[in-house]
């Protein structure tokens, strides 16, 4: 049996988005009669004439978290058999949440064009049903298993873990002064981020792991507790919780902004705390801190609940009922 083609299209090949939304798939894509190829599309005219050609040899076309200039999206769904749209980003506004003419005209003309839309949550997916009303909520998802690594956990410390990169560093910026309280009560805590940056100077330990792939799970589980910071802003609930899965996956309890699929990802008080203000951050971290069983309890619930929900092998049972329509 002839194999059908599955072509992906992304900015960027090492991007977040491009990882757990395609490249992830491909090995559970070729036991299904699929063969799955990635292009990027940035580079200038060469690569859109690449992209172009590639995607007239496809069966199926599934563009990540990207829109184009008007006739770019013509070509496009004019060389294309069968378009799919997937984001897991409100890329229809700034990222400060302000609303963008430009981007909000390119992602409707996008959603328009697509035979059907991957959108990565509930807001996602009540925006694309705006231009297009073929939408399957894909929620981004995650290899559990990879997670299941010796954790190695500092006993001098509580590692505090923070990952991201330096366009998310803003969020945890601003919940900075209410750890750095916490530190002052309790000497053991120790900031742990993993990312591509360094924090401006800081009162509190800090431990900076150069973000790497092949580390970030070991590095998750030999910390003790999982922060994710973040503004309420129509760009802020278009994000999809990754960071959150990430933590519970390691088996750590979370401590998170109560914004979007943040919201709905951790269960207050079961695998985590849900917060809203800077009492709330320091009263959550503070209550972790001094109970140790109740952070393994929460970490246990947590890597329970992404096993049942979020692990790969049950999100890709919705992709593949789309493709294989």
Sequence with gaps: MTSKLVLFVSKEANASSTRYRALQFFPYLHPHGFKAIHVTVSGGILAVIKTLWKA???DTVVVIRKTFPLVLTWMLRFVSKRLIFDLDDAIFCHSDGSASRTRMKRFAAMAKSSDHIFAGNQFLAEKSMMFNDAVTIIPTCLDVSKYDVIDNRSEDFIDLVWIGSKSTSKYLIDVLPSLEKVAERQPKLRLKIIADFNLPDTTMPVLSIIWDEKTEAKELCSSHIGIAPMR?????????????????????????????????????????????????????????????????????????RVKQYYDIGIVFQRMLAVLKQ
Excluded: F
């Design 56 to 58: 007239s040899q496809a």
């Design 232 to 304: 309420d802003n129509d760009w802020t609930r278009g994000k999809c919780a990754l960071k959150v899965l990430q933590y519970m996956a390691a088996g750590l309890p979370v401590v998170s902004s109560d914004v979007g699929v943040n919201g709905e990802a951790v269960i207050d008080d079961v695998t985590g705390y849900l917060v809203t203000t800077d009492e709330q951050w320091i009263t959550a971290i503070e209550n972790l801190l001094d109970n140790e069983a109740q952070r393994v309890s929460m970490g246990e619930a947590g890597h329970n």
